[in-house]
C-alpha cells in the first residue's frame, strides 16, 4: 500500500522543512508518493532535490500552482488529485499539509482597500476551502485521512496591523472544527478515518518572518519581533516540523483542536487578568493575583540575556546557543550513561554499558578482569596498549593509582595495592575541570557544547593547542594545585593520544573528545594500536622472508655462474684436445702419402 503526501508552499520555508522531514520519518520510499505545491518552480525543484539526495528511490510530483488565482483553481485542483498515480483507493494513508499562505499587507484597517483584502482571502481561505473538498471528494473513503491546517497565534488573539491576516487564520480554524463536526455525526467509519488538526507552528525564522519585520508599520509589535530576531529567540522550521511529525506518527491529539508549539501563557495572560479584576474581592488579594500571574508570564517568556558590555568576558566567551543544543532533547538534563552531543543526540555506550554511569564507562577500558577494580599494573597495561612508552604508562600509573585510590575506598584503612574502585569513581572528581562530569559521575551536554562554543574559535568542530591550553589557564581555580595539575595532564594526555597535525596547528576533534569521556576512545586506540604492531610484526617476518630469498638467489646465481664458467672450460679443453688430435692424424696421413 502507498502513502500519499500533499504538501502546499513546498518551496521553502516551513513547507520545505515539512517536506524532508516527512522524508526522513514516514519509512520505506517505495511506498510514499509525494506532491509538492507552490507557485516557485525554482524553489520546489530544490526541495525535490533535497529529498532525493536522502531518499533517491522517492516519488515526487511537482505542481506549479498560484492557488491565490481564482480563475484557474478549479481546474488546476482537477489536474492535480485526478493526475495521482495511483487509484484513491490504492492510498492507505493520505496527508494534506494545508501550509501556504500570505501575510497580506500589514496596516491598519481604515488604510485597507478591496483589493488588498480579497487578495489575501483568495489564497488564506477561499484556495483553501476548496482544495480541502477537492480533497475529500477523491480520499475521504480511505483508511487513514490527516489534515494539517497550518494555523497561529494570530487565529486566537488580535496583533496590531494584521486583521487581514488574524481574520484568514481564525476563518481556517474554524473550517477545520466544522469538518471535523461532520465527520463525527457520519454515519459509518468515516467519523474515525478522517482526523484534522490545527498546528500553530510557533514564530519561525524563515522569509514570511523577514517580510513581516520589513513591511509592518513602525508599531510595538515590530521591535518585539525585530528584538526576537536579533536574540536567536525565533524558531528554526526544521524544528516545528519535527514536533508536528512526531504529533501525527503517535497520532492520539484531540480531533480538530489546536496545538501549538509555544506556551500559550501569551495568548490567555489578559484573559486571566480582566477575569481577576472583574472579582468582588479585596482589592489588594487582586493586585496580588494579577502580580503572581504576569511574574509567572515573565518567568516564561522573558528574554535571556546571555551578553552585557560592562562584562566583556561575557561576549569573549558566549555560551552555546540554542541552535548548537536544539539537537539534544533537553541538553541542561545531565545524563546518567550516555556521552551525548549535538551531532550524536544517543550517544555511543548504550548497549554497551547501559548499567555504568559514564564516569564509570570513562575507566572501565583498564579493569582488565572485570573485578570493579583498576590497580597500578592494571593502568600501566592499559596506557602500554594504547601506544605510550614504558616511561609516560610507569608515571600515569604512579599519578592516576597513588592519587585517586583512597578517596574510593569503602574503609578508611588504606589498601597498599592502590586499587581504583570503578563503582565509586565519582569521588575522584576533582576542581579546575571542565565541569562536564558533575559531582555524581552523569554527562552534562549543556557544559559539552558551552566548551566548544567558548573556546573553539577557528572550527567549533576542533579544539587546537593553543585554544586548549586557552581553556586550561581559564578553568584554573585559586588554591587547588592538585586540581590544576590534574586536569593539565589529563587535557595533555589526551592530545598526546589522538591530536592530528604538528605543532601549534595540532588539535583533538570534538567527537574523539566526546568519545573519551564515555571510554569507547580508548578500546579504539588499543586497537589501532595492536593493528599497527601486527602490521609491523608481518613486517619483519616479510623483510626476513625477503632476505633469505635474495640470499638463496644469489647462492643459485653463483652456482649457475659456477657451472658456466666450468662448462665452457670443458668445451675448451675438449677443443683444444681434438685439435691436437687432428694434428696428428693429419701429419699421420702424410707421412704415409710420402
Known amino acids: 500500500m502507498t502513502t500519499l503526501i500533499v504538501v502546499t508552499g513546498a518551496s521553502r520555508g516551513l513547507g520545505r522543512a515539512l517536506s524532508i522531514a516527512l522524508s526522513e520519518e514516514l519509512g520505506d520510499f517505495s511506498s510514499l508518493e509525494f506532491m509538492l505545491i507552490a507557485r516557485d518552480a525554482d524553489g520546489t525543484k530544490e526541495t525535490q532535490s533535497l529529498i532525493l539526495e536522502k531518499r533517491p528511490h522517492a516519488t515526487i510530483r511537482l505542481q506549479q500552482t498560484d492557488l491565490g488565482a481564482l480563475d484557474t483553481l478549479e481546474d ?54 476548496a482544495m480541502t473538498s477537492t480533497f475529500l471528494r477523491h480520499f475521504i473513503e480511505c483508511k ?40 463525527s455525526i457520519r454515519e459509518g467509519a468515516a467519523s474515525t478515518r478522517l482526523k484534522a488538526l490545527n498546528y500553530a507552528p510557533g514564530p519561525l525564522d524563515t522569509d514570511m518572518q523577514r517580510q513581516a519585520r520589513q513591511s509592518m508599520p513602525d508599531v510595538p509589535l515590530r521591535k518585539h519581533y525585530d528584538d526576537m530576531h536579533s536574540q536567536r529567540a525565533l524558531i528554526d522550521p526544521s524544528v516545528s516540523a519535527k514536533k508536528l511529525i512526531k504529533l501525527l506518527l503517535e497520532d492520539d491529539f484531540k480531533n480538530g483542536r489546536c496545538c501549538n508549539i509555544r506556551s500559550r501563557w501569551e495568548a490567555g495572560l489578559r484573559i486571566r487578568v480582566e477575569k481577576i479584576s472583574r472579582r468582588r474581592e479585596n482589592p489588594r488579594k487582586i493586585d496580588l493575583q494579577v502580580r503572581r500571574h504576569k511574574y ?65 564507562q570513562h575507566v572501565t577500558f583498564f579493569d582488565f578482569d572485570d573485578d570493579g577494580r583498576i590497580f597500578p599494573w592494571d593502568t600501566y597495561k592499559g596506557f ?17 593509582n597513588l592519587n585517586l585510590s583512597y578517596s574510593t575506598q569503602e574503609s578508611w584503612i588504606p589498601d597498599f595495592r592502590f586499587p581504583v574502585i570503578i563503582k565509586n569513581i565519582h569521588k575522584d572528581k576533582h576542581g579546575s575541570d571542565s565541569d562536564i562530569y558533575d559531582t555524581e559521575g552523569r554527562f552534562r551536554p549543556q557544559q559539552f557544547e558551552e566548551l566548544f562554543s567558548r573556546f573553539a574559535k577557528k572550527d567549533s568542530s576542533k579544539l587546537y593547542l593553543n585554544e586548549l591550553l586557552h581553556f ?91 657451472g658456466i664458467s666450468s662448462a665452457q672450460q670443458n668445451v675448451t679443453d675438449a677443443t683444444h684436445s681434438i685439435s691436437e688430435k687432428w694434428e696428428q692424424l693429419r701429419e699421420k696421413a702424410v707421412h704415409k702419402e710420402e
Open 384 to 400: 602500554r596498549l594504547m601506544g605510550f612508552n614504558f616511561v609516560y604508562s610507569f608515571l600515569a600509573m604512579l599519578f592516576i
Open 76 to 129: 488546476s485542483l482537477d489536474e492535480m488529485f485526478h493526475g495521482i498515480i495511483h487509484p484513491p483507493s490504492m492510498y492507505e494513508k493520505v496527508y494534506l499539509f494545508h501550509n501556504a499562505g500570505s501575510l497580506g499587507r500589514l496596516d491598519r484597517i481604515e488604510a485597507l482597500t478591496l483589493h488588498d483584502v480579497q487578495h489575501a482571502i483568495n489564497l488564506n481561505v477561499t484556495s483553501f476551502m
Open 144 to 183: 487513514h485521512v490527516r489534515i494539517i491546517n497550518v494555523s497561529s497565534l494570530a487565529a486566537v488573539q488580535e496583533f496590531d496591523t494584521w486583521s487581514v491576516y488574524c481574520s484568514g487564520k481564525a476563518a481556517r480554524d474554524a473550517f477545520i472544527r466544522t469538518l471535523v463536526h461532520e465527520a
Open 296 to 360: 509567572q508570564y515573565s518567568k516564561q517568556m522573558a528574554k535571556v540575556t546571555t551578553m552585557v558590555d560592562g562584562a566583556p568576558v561575557t561576549k569573549d566567551y558566549p555560551i552555546a546557543p540554542p541552535e548548537a543544543v536544539e539537537k539534544i532533547p533537553h541538553p541542561e538534563i545531565p545524563r546518567a550513561n550516555l556521552a551525548v552531543s549535538a551531532e550524536f543526540p544517543e550517544g555511543s555506550q548504550q548497549a554497551r554499558f547501559k548499567h555504568l554511569s559514564v564516569m564509570q
Open 472 to 562: 586550561l589557564r581559564r578553568h584554573q581555580r585559586p588554591m587547588d594545585f592538585f586540581g590544576r595539575v590534574a586536569t593539565f595532564l589529563e587535557w595533555i594526555t589526551l592530545w598526546l593520544l589522538c591530536g592530528e597535525g604538528h605543532g601549534w596547528t595540532s588539535y583533538i576533534t570534538k567527537e574523539n573528545v566526546r568519545r573519551q569521556y564515555d571510554g569507547t576512545l580508548f578500546y579504539e586506540m588499543a586497537e589501532k594500536e595492536a593493528a599497527i604492531r601486527r602490521k609491523k610484526g608481518k613486517g619483519q617476518k616479510n623483510e626476513a622472508l625477503k632476505s633469505a630469498i635474495y640470499q638463496s638467489a644469489e647462492a643459485v646465481q653463483d652456482r649457475v655462474k659456477k
